[in-house]
């Protein structure tokens, strides 16, 4: 009877075990990516596997947590000042990655003036794109936290 019963430590550790292997999996993925898409310069087929499982597996997260109640934001009073501070970081972080990649390729063949137009029309896209993605996820987020609380005030007003 006694080894039926698991002490929590140990479930919360096993827990935190398997969740930090799937974020190095992820993790593992998403530069495999970008080693095959941009060192490489290998076609998309070559990585396709990886990109879906990566995507695939971040969007299972992201509706996972939504539906389960988890709160993506930690805070309540950040608002949509974390939508835009995570857009702007992703628009960078894509606008950097392709300006690399893109003067790695045709650096000696364009003029500075032009990879500053292409960088800033990547930057304003990708933020952009960003923005729209991090505001659905801000906006369902919150539709399903106040769904949980008129829940939860329903089962208090009951008692």
């Known amino acids: 009877m006694r080894e039926l019963i698991q002490d929590e430590r140990t479930v919360a550790q096993k827990r935190k075990i398997a969740s930090e292997?799937?974020?190095l999996l992820l993790l593992?993925?998403?530069i495999a990516i970008l080693v095959q898409q941009f060192v490489f310069n290998v076609?998309?087929?070559h990585y396709a596997a990886e990109f879906i499982c990566f995507f695939g597996a971040c969007c299972y997260l992201l509706i996972r947590n939504i539906t389960s109640g988890n709160n993506l934001y930690s805070r309540k009073n950040i608002g949509i000042k974390i939508v835009l501070i995570n857009s702007l970081v992703c628009g960078a972080t894509i606008c950097i990655i392709t300006g690399i990649a893109n003067y790695a390729r045709y650096g000696d063949n364009a003029t500075p003036s032009i990879w500053l137009l292409t960088s800033a029309v990547t930057f304003i896209c990708a933020t952009a794109a960003a923005f729209l993605g991090f505001s659905i996820i801000h906006y369902l987020n919150n539709k399903r936290q106040k769904d949980i609380d008129s829940?939860?005030?329903e089962e208090?007003?009951?008692l």
């Open 28 to 30: 593992a993925l998403m």
């Open 156 to 158: 208090e007003d009951k």
């Open 21 to 23: 292997t799937c974020t």
């Open 151 to 153: 829940e939860l005030d």
């Open 43 to 45: 076609s998309f087929s």
